[in-house]
């Protein structure tokens, strides 16, 4: 597909859409209401379409067709606001997704990802020196947040930097410019130890082995030189960054203790298995739960707030193997493709690595289709530029 250059008004929505997403990262910021914030989204994709025609992108299309089909087939409360979700929804990855392109939408989005990817580091350096100078707003109910909401927020983030500054230290040429990447790949793993999120902690490292693997898959002995010499290198700096591990240990002797590691999702996996179980093939409904089957759903009966545990169960369960499927297949493609593919070069490693990270993250945090979580806006956008490396090599 042709590139385009983006329009003046493109343009000013660049800056606009990184502040209005940061609504949702940053308590400081004035809260923006939803129907303003869907509405942006919904007012670009029209003027994207308007500007420059419109192409399907079979890609995600089966994952659409199985959400109506979801939807229609279930009775849904009313208080889950069902249309309001699914157009909440459509609105975000309409805009930044990959169901439908045009030149602009293209070069539109891929300016977005890296401006937004800039942003995701300079949060996360905030926040470090902000822990470092011992300011008060950094610390929550949730332990360390930094400059965000709570800190299984800041985890990801935090992990999504340090695998952007390994791949900005392998484009830069200049020796200060590859000190500097490590200097923010180091505050980036120091943060992400400190969120406390085991999740985000090891879908990080997956990311990483993801990344060099592929940096390295023609030189193994040298690969294989850096992971020892890195695992020397942890041990002799252990009692530097071991007691910043400390809230990680203390979720995991709370688990031993109570039984499983995974105890704070238990309840949460079991209502889904169990939804799907009994609606295997469409689900129970788009972005919603069975209250009344699942006894241990966690639901606001006022605001249909839910609490997922899991994107992957909560595909499985909301939308049945079908609308699992829809999303799991393509998505497995992108990340087998960014790993077989040499042509993808280190922009395709890169996105790979940040697959990975997100495959299994998804395991644990039910964002998926949360039109409203930055991670929902950031995986969807990450999906758009998979697409794109993908389709253009």
Same mark, same amino acid.
């Given at each position: 597909?042709? /590139?385009?250059?983006?329009?003046?008004?493109?343009?000013?929505?660049? !800056?606009?859409?990184?502040?209005?997403?940061?609504?949702?990262?940053? &308590?400081?910021?004035?809260?923006?209401?939803? $129907?303003?914030?869907?509405?942006?989204?919904?007012?670009?994709?029209? %003027?994207?379409?308007?500007?420059?025609?419109?192409?399907?992108?079979?890609?995600?299309?089966?994952?659409?067709?199985?959400?109506?089909?979801?939807?229609?087939? $279930?009775?849904?409360?009313?208080?889950?606001?069902?249309?309001?979700? /699914?157009?909440?929804?459509?609105?975000?990855?309409?805009?930044?997704?990959?169901?439908?392109?045009? !030149?602009?939408?293209?070069? %539109?989005?891929?300016?977005?990802?890296?401006?937004?990817?800039?942003?995701?580091? %300079?949060?996360?350096?905030?926040?470090?020196?902000?822990?470092?100078?011992?300011? !008060?707003?950094?610390?929550?109910?949730?332990?360390?947040?930094?400059?965000? @909401?709570?800190?299984?927020?800041?985890? !990801?983030?935090?992990?999504?930097?340090?695998?952007?500054?390994?791949?900005?230290? =392998?484009?830069?040429?200049?020796?200060?410019?590859?000190?500097?990447?490590?200097?923010?790949?180091?505050?980036?793993?120091?943060?992400?130890?400190?969120?406390?999120?085991?999740?985000?902690?090891?879908?990080?490292?997956?990311?990483?082995?993801?990344?060099?693997?592929?940096?390295?898959?023609?030189?193994?002995?040298?690969?294989?030189?850096? /992971?020892?010499?890195?695992?020397?290198?942890?041990?002799?700096?252990?009692?530097?960054? %071991?007691?910043?591990?400390?809230?990680?240990?203390?979720?995991?002797?709370?688990?031993?203790?109570?039984?499983?590691?995974?105890?704070?999702?238990?309840?949460?996996?079991?209502?889904?298995?169990?939804?799907? +179980?009994?609606? &295997?093939?469409?689900? /129970?409904?788009?972005?919603?739960?069975?209250?009344? =089957?699942? +006894?241990? @759903? +966690?639901? @606001?009966?006022?605001?249909?707030?839910?609490? &997922?545990?899991?994107?992957?169960?909560?595909?499985?369960?909301?939308?049945?193997?079908?609308?699992?499927?829809?999303?799991?297949?393509? =998505?497995?493609?992108?990340? =087998?493709?960014?790993?077989?593919?040499?042509?993808?070069?280190? $922009?395709?490693?890169?996105?790979?690595?940040?697959?990975?990270?997100?495959?299994?993250?998804?395991?644990?945090?039910?964002?998926?289709?949360?039109?409203?979580?930055?991670?929902?806006?950031?995986?969807?956008?990450?999906?758009?530029?998979?697409?794109?490396?993908?389709?253009?090599?």
């Amino acid at each position: 597909m042709m /590139v385009a250059t983006t329009d003046i008004l493109s343009r000013i929505a660049l !800056p606009g859409v990184l502040l209005l997403t940061l609504t949702k990262v940053i &308590p400081y910021f004035y809260p923006i209401p939803d $129907n303003v914030y869907y509405a942006v989204f919904l007012v670009l994709f029209i %003027w994207f379409v308007l500007r420059g025609g419109l192409k399907i992108s079979y890609t995600y299309i089966p994952f659409l067709v199985a959400l109506f089909i979801s939807i229609w087939v $279930n009775e849904i409360p009313a208080y889950f606001k069902v249309w309001f979700r /699914v157009l909440a929804f459509l609105s975000v990855v309409f805009a930044v997704g990959p169901f439908f392109i045009n !030149p602009y939408m293209v070069t %539109w989005r891929r300016l977005l990802f890296v401006y937004v990817l800039a942003v995701i580091r %300079w949060i996360v350096i905030i926040s470090f020196f902000a822990w470092a100078f011992r300011l !008060p707003f950094v610390h929550g109910y949730s332990g360390f947040r930094g400059l965000t @909401n709570q800190s299984m927020l800041l985890g !990801p983030l935090a992990g999504i930097s340090m695998v952007y500054s390994l791949y900005r230290f =392998y484009l830069s040429s200049g020796i200060c410019e590859r000190y500097k990447q490590i200097g923010i790949t180091v505050i980036s793993f120091a943060v992400l130890l400190l969120a406390g999120s085991r999740a985000a902690l090891a879908s990080s490292v997956m990311a990483v082995a993801f990344f060099y693997s592929r940096i390295y898959r023609h030189r193994v002995e040298r690969l294989a030189r850096l /992971v020892f010499m890195l695992a020397i290198l942890a041990v002799l700096t252990a009692g530097i960054w %071991w007691p910043y591990t400390e809230r990680i240990r203390s979720k995991m002797e709370g688990g031993k203790i109570a039984g499983s590691l995974t105890r704070s999702r238990d309840d949460l996996w079991d209502a889904r298995m169990t939804e799907f +179980k009994g609606f &295997p093939i469409f689900g /129970v409904g788009f972005a919603t739960v069975k209250p009344d =089957y699942a +006894k241990t @759903n +966690k639901v @606001n009966l006022e605001t249909g707030t839910i609490e &997922p545990g899991s994107s992957w169960l909560f595909l499985l369960s909301s939308m049945g193997i079908t609308g699992f499927l829809a999303f799991f297949i393509p =998505y497995l493609s992108f990340m =087998y493709r960014m790993f077989q593919r040499e042509s993808v070069g280190i $922009n395709g490693y890169f996105l790979g690595s940040l697959l990975f990270l997100f495959f299994f993250h998804l395991f644990f945090e039910g964002y998926v289709v949360s039109s409203g979580a930055y991670l929902c806006f950031f995986l969807w956008l990450l999906l758009s530029e998979c697409n794109k490396v993908i389709n253009v090599k």
